[in-house]
């Protein structure tokens, strides 16, 4: 059974900076592609940024040069750092794994809510 715990979120003004964090457990998490998705009240979910086992990264359009993606591999969690926040930032965010022939369910998210 794999587990996604995501955390690290909270409120925050605009122009503020925010870590979040997910920790995972039932897999073996070197191996694993991991992105971070969000998802706002009356929006789809989207992929916000994504890395690669090999450290090679991707961002959505709306994030790039304010939002990075990591991983620690030794303590299985990834993160993402999340600078110059904006109101339309506001979402829960989520984290997800694969692998080939695997895909992660969904955990409960961490709330990130950007206002003045």
């Known amino acids: 059974q794999v587990q996604l715990v995501e955390s690290g979120g909270g409120l925050v003004q605009p122009g503020g900076s925010l ?3 997910c920790e995972a457990s039932g897999i073996s998490f070197t191996s694993y592609y991991m992105s971070w998705y969000r998802q706002a009240p009356g ?3 989207e ?3 994504s890395i690669t086992s090999g450290a ?6 709306s994030v790039k040069g304010r939002f990075t993606i990591s991983r620690d591999n030794a303590k299985n969690t990834l ?3 999340m600078t110059n ?3 339309e ?4 965010y989520y984290c997800n794994a694969v692998r080939l022939g695997f895909r992660s369910g969904w955990g409960q998210g961490t ?3 950007v206002s003045s």
Do not use: E
């Open 19 to 21: 870590r979040l964090s």
């Open 43 to 45: 929006k789809q979910r």
């Open 47 to 49: 992929l916000v940024a």
């Open 56 to 61: 090679v990264t991707n961002y959505a359009d």
């Open 79 to 81: 993160y993402l750092q």
């Open 85 to 87: 926040l904006k109101p």
């Open 89 to 92: 930032d506001t979402a829960v």
């Open 111 to 113: 709330q990130v809510t």
